[in-house]
């Protein structure tokens, strides 16, 4: 399978998915602002006219596209549903959250807080809004290792979405003590330590072409 991503973006998720799974991909790094495929110099868009990463291809030649869908599939794959959840009200749950880091904290908290051209105005707005998230997933993880009962696909989100914090300040993790253990806790996974680290060098790279091109 292909898994197309940018470094320590959304799509690295996927990425400490298919480490956990023991699953072979070939990554396929997007640079976000050409949106050229780095490996072959293709455009992306070709392949996810929304420019968006992950996009994963899978053996059969299936372009799947969207977190909660992509990560889903990794998790049907994996030996034993270790990193999914069987059908029913388990299943629900693992999607509630996936949802849940989609929607609360990936698009409606950290994007505009991520993004150097939103006016301190929206930011302002944003964190009033929607800092109450970190409250709720705090009060969530009282007491838990895992969003669900063992680590899953949603954890492999939720670290990715919470690594970001480091790149925005006025979010500050001592703030919500659980989500702070919770992080350094999953940051020791060996997933989780490889797939940043690997991710982290990619990124100086794509900041270095940045700032090549200014
Ligand atoms: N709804 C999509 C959103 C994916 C997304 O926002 N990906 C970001 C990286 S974290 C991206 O590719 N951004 C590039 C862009 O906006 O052009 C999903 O859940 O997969």
Known sequence: MDVYFSPLACSMATRVALYEAGADATYLEVDPPTKKVLNDGTDFRTVNPLGLVPTLRTDDGVVLTENAAILQYVADRAPQSIL???????RTRLHQWLCFIGTELHK???????DRKAPQEVKAYVLERNLSRLDYLDNY?????????????????????????????????AKWPNVKAYYERLRQRPSV??????????????????????
């Open 84 to 90: 999914g959840a069987a059908a029913g009200i388990d």
């Open 141 to 173: 993880l009282a007491g838990r290792d895992f969003l669900l009962d063992h680590f899953s696909v949603a954890d492999a989100y939720l670290v990715t979405v919470i690594n970001w914090t480091m790149a925005t300040p006025p979010i500050e993790l």
């Open 193 to 214: 330590a490889k797939a940043i680290a690997e991710e982290f060098e990619l990124y100086k790279a794509e900041q270095a072409r940045k700032q090549a091109a200014a």
């Open 108 to 114: 409606g908290l950290f994007v505009p807080m991520l």
